[in-house]
Nanobody, 130 residues
């Protein structure tokens, strides 16, 4: 099956940057859809960004709250999904998960919805201090 392992979380001051990575295996690059989600303590899991595993231009989707600050990308030479996060604020804190589905041909509106993804990593913590 598909396996996902996140890394790169940590503590950063407001206004700072972090880069998360997720090494994946077991999926077809040409068919899969990959995404980042986050969950604050006591909050719902929310979609952050999604991208076709082959990195097709125009396939990226971002939550409104992170547009212009976060960038999702794939490096298929290293089986890695990345999330570059800039201008972090306290609302960005939480446990960040990468997720995958082996079927990328879904509606754009479904790409940031948790039930779309059957495969999840264990999460990496992001803390933002003011």
């Amino acid at each position: 099956g598909i396996r996902l392992v996140e890394s790169g979380g940590g503590s950063v001051q407001a206004g700072g940057s972090l880069r998360l990575s997720c090494v994946g295996s077991g999926y077809s690059v040409s068919n899969a859809l990959l995404a980042w989600f986050r969950q604050a303590p006591g909050g719902k899991r929310e979609g952050v960004a999604a991208i076709d595993a082959d990195g097709t231009g125009g396939s990226t989707v971002y939550a409104d709250s992170v547009k212009g600050r976060f960038t999702i990308s794939v490096d298929n030479a290293n089986n890695t999904l990345a999330l570059q996060m800039n201008s972090l604020n306290s609302d960005d804190a939480g446990l960040y998960y990468c997720a995958a589905t082996s079927y990328k041909w879904i509606a754009r509106t479904a790409k940031l919805v948790p039930p779309t993804y059957p495969y999840w990593g264990q999460g990496t913590q992001v803390t933002v201090s003011s």
